[in-house]
């Protein structure tokens, strides 16, 4: 894989953050009195905080408020993402080798911006990037529009010919092949289901950060 610079996604992709959101759905949804359907966290995790409360006060028919609701998730989660995420195996070690080789860095978040900071410095690996931007910041969502990586892009002085996206999202995945980019799928068990087409129409595929190390992996 070569490139200049390089543009990752931060939950499910540098973080295990999955089974967070997973676990915080089911706690959530039985504080509250509701039976949460077989996999319903995972349906969940793939959602936006604020799609994920309106699914579950819709669904199960809450009788919360809906800012109650997420003020329950958002307490949760900067609880999780200050003092007790961590990066995802092989993930210090390839940036690391990454900002050795020159290679300029991103990250491309839907997460809140508070969050997301607080969470690189909890796993140590705020330090190997050049800033950091929101879907908030550019006003859409990945699988709306590509400005987010457009506007990392920009930031880094790259190129689309030159960089590549880090996503496990098969919707981010899809934004960033239609405009021009170069990407990465990253596994994500929480999409166990998309991990098929994310391998037929990603340019690369890791399972793990670790085959970054293995040339054959890469192809």
Known sequence: MRLQSA?????GTL?????????????LLKKYG???EPGVGALVSAMTPKEGAAYCKEHYHLTASLEEILGEVS???A???CHRVQAKPGVDKALSL???????MYVATSTDRRLAEAALRCAGIDGYFRGLITCADVGAQKEDSPAIYEGAMRRL?????DTVVFEDSLAAIRTAKAAGFRVAGVYNPAAEADQAAIQAEAD???RSFEEMFDTTAMG
């Not at 973080?15 to 706690?27: G, P, Y």
């Not at 002085?157 to 010919?161: A, H, I, L, V, Y």
């Open 7 to 11: 543009i990752f996604d931060l939950d």
């Open 15 to 27: 973080l295990d953050t999955a089974s967070f959101w997973e676990q915080l759905c089911l706690d």
């Open 34 to 36: 509701a039976d949460p």
């Open 75 to 77: 307490s949760g989660a």
């Open 79 to 81: 609880d999780f993402y």
């Open 98 to 104: 990454l900002k050795m080789e020159g290679v300029w």
């Open 157 to 161: 002085q790259s190129s689309k010919r």
């Open 204 to 206: 690369y595929y890791l």
